[in-house]
């Protein structure tokens, strides 16, 4: 124990004369803990989020009583089944409202009297729930205290919205089960949404005979189902939490070099004391106990440190987060973090794993050393050449290994494990690439000169120290490299499919009062108008997921460029005739990359007249839509689902100069203004919706590069702190500064070309895999990859700002620290 | 105390063929008893001062430290041996460069749990380090660093001192003043001490002397 208590007190001391090492550990630590839990934190708080979600108005929600065709429950429907005595059952209103200010408003409404005492358990609010206030004029709407801030509303404001209405006045106020949504009485949300439905009913868990008895007692139109709102949601979303997991995942492996690397140094640096110790009789176990506990130490600090910036990290990617989560998904994050204990301590284990194996490896190699090493430098650099020749053959082994079960993948989880392979083989395999450069350098630079023989001598002595670095480096260049292709890519295809999908000019929403037999029977109106699409929908359950059914005008101009991705032949005539015997519909891709529905596959839908059969003629491109989704012509659509409500009704202008005319005609036929929406208005929405998705990974990416510097600069500075000496020599023997630096820094800039130039190809393999593996996988969406030079060349330079301010940063700390290292040459010869 | 019955060792060359460097040494060491060991540069005194000390392995032979063969005990066994029956001091000094001059001296008696503080009041004052005990190795001239080495060896009074060439480093002036508090305080500790160096004169501080050559031991007698 004394020894242990002696080894400890000499190890550590070394971080008390050489600070920033310890600097550059934590900052390895942190940087690639922080990431990591910052994604999981915000995981977590989105699973706790849906969870809540299924939690409004009452954990007991087991079940809902929906209409058959989604439009909603009637209050008379509600009224008979509370007559019949079923106290289980409280109406629900959910909706979204837009402010004057265009900021989305999520609302959600019960009848509070109806509230079985039950659901109202877990409120813990202080203001009584069921009071007159809320449910009398004016009324009152509670805002969570976030969403108000979020929004700017002030206690007792009456909003205004888009539509010129206003909410009642703002009460700062949360029920614990209201979620990111504000709550309202059934009577102002259904005047403020315009509807006369409630969106479904509620039901608190039932007996097995009173479940059959409400069953037997609804109307026909109407059906029991199970609650499976979160469990919907946490399907759709999984996507894009994975996704996000293996992001930060990612990071947290650069991490792990980093910290590997830095223990690495710091081992090496202490290589006399831990020899002196063994000399002085502390036994090889101890030692290891030692810095085992050293590891220990610095992983719970680091670690803690970690998860705390990762903490302050996920409410700034929150926003971002919970706005594509909306906008993909229609999901509601809370904006305050909900913390899971689990998640934060799996995070925890986790981070410790990674850090003891990156801590363990390096020690176990330097204990393994005689007591006293011969320390020349022929002999590093033979053991220094096995290391390399080992990492080969498993990057070979790996490389191998990804090939062979490439074809066997079939979940994005695998996906994930293939990319960690492919950019784990590439890692191992760059020392034996930078090796073989100086081997090159050696061949091509002229024999019989010295400076060129002392400059590959050079490098040889720099490979070892650089070489985890480097690895960092070329992950980190892979990874954005393969992100931003993806991301270039997918922007491109997007604004493409964008430009066919939305062709027309104006697109009037399906909830306006806007009667285009009106616009029609307008004879002005053939002066303007070129053509007209209208188009209607139902949503459907199929396969326990949800399906959209989208009608449309086959002979409106965007129903005839519909470009398919897979279809049979004289698809589009086919399914624009309509009249044929086979229901022939177009289905989205992701029907056939995600629930592997194939071309000439019949789908057994419910119709009111019950299961009806639809055969899938083609596929189409649908991005950004989490839901299958099948496309039919209007009068089939009408012909089996005769209440399919409206979606929207787009309209072509023969000529732009007559948009003005055109939104006077609009009024004149009943719409409101923001009734309609200009083509290019979606257009920049749809982009900037996909802007946002893509902000959170483009954050990830540069904190991935962040990561990779601090490897880079604390291997510069390691390196630094351990030649000092011989720097030092140098001067003493007569070398300049421009030729110390031309030997210091020339393999350095070498080797960083090399690995941006080993960056490319495996960036490209990284993108293809993410594009046609991984995101077709995640969300069912395929797209052709599109290369682009820019972002290799922005990393190129964003690399070298790194080097040039680290070889800033290295000269002048040689300025500082040379006087002393050769006064001390002096003083020791 | 320490005996070495038979000891060979050979080390191969770049060439692959194995060159004997000792070649059945046989050599005993009293407790208490001083010797020096002399021989040309490369003869292999370091060599045979790794093997005492368990740092190497003999090719074959016996080496016996208090009655007890080290070559069959584990290298857990053999850190105890160091830590509290072997000392050694390098020419290299092996001082640990974070850790202050008081630490250092300190830290091996520590390690051995047998920490006296008058012996360590004496040491210091002789061996002149009194002012140095708060500055770390390297603001410490050479000849300071090995007196710190020395009172590390010694302030746990262990059994056997193995020094390799401690003056080495040290001019002339330093190192007979370094030799001659060694010798005068092993004495003091009770200690055995195995000393390598280059020179008679510093051989002549000790009791015996033995000259390596070829492989193997002779005794020499030295007159001051
Ligand atoms: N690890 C090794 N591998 C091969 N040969 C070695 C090794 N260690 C020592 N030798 C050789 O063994 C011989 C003896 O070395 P040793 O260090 O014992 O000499 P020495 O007597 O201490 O010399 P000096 O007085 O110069 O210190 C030398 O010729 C040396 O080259
Ligand atoms: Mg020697």
Redesign the interface.
Known sequence: M??LG?SL??LL??Y???PWQALFLIAGLCAGVALWSAVQIINGHARASYEQGNQVLGAQAYYWIRAKDETGVSTADYAQLRRQGFREVYPVVQGVLLSAKQQAIPIIATDPIALPVQAIQTNTSATEFNGLAFMQAPYQAWFPPSLARELGVQVNERLLLKDGQTMPPALLQTQTQQGRQVLLDIAPALSLLKRDKLSYLAVTQLSEPEKTRLQQSLPAHLSLVENRQSVDLSQLTQSLHTQLSAMSLLSFAVGLFIVFNAVRFSLWYRR??L????????????LSLAIAVETLVWSLVGSGLGLALGYLLSQSLLPTVSSSLQSLYGANLGSDIIFQTRTLLWAWLLTLGGLILALALPLWQQLRL???PSNTLSTHWRSDQRTRKRLLIAASVLALLAIFIYPLIHQLIQGFILLGMVLLAAAWALPALLASSLKLLEYLLPPDSFKARWLIRDGWAQLPALRTAMMALLLALTANLGVEMLVGSFRTALSTWLEQRIAADFYVQGSSQFKLQTLLDDPNTADWLAAVNERTQISLRWQEHPLLLRGVNPSAPDSQTISFTQALPDALKTWQAADSQQQWVLANEQLHYLAGVKLGDSLALETPQGPVAFQVIGFVHDYGNPYYQLFLPNSLLKRYWPHAEPWNTSLWLKDQRFAAQAEQALLKAGAKAGDWVEQKTIKSLSLSIFDRTFAMTAAMNSLTLWVASIALLAALMAILQERLPEFAQWRALGVNRLEQWLVMSTPLFIWAGITWLAALPLGALLSWILIHKLNVMAFGWSMPLLWSMTPAWHLALLTLGVILFTLVLVAWQLRRKLPQALA?LG??A | MLQLIKVSKAFPQPDGQLTPILAGIDFQLNAGQSAALLGASGSGKSTLLHLIAGLDTPDSGEIVVRDQSIMTLSEAKLAELRRHTISLVFQQFYLISTLKVVDNIRFQAQLSQRYDPAWEKQLVDRLGLGDQLQKYPHQLSGGQQQRVAIARALLHKPALVLADEPTGNLDEHSSEQVMALLSELVKQAGSALLMVTHSRQMASYLDQAYWLKAGSLHSEVIDT
């Open positions: 004394k020894g002696l007190k000499a001391s070394h008390w004369c050489y006399p004391t020899r002196t110790l063994r000399l002085m009789g502390v036994s090889v176990s101890t005689p007591v006293l001390q003083a020791q």
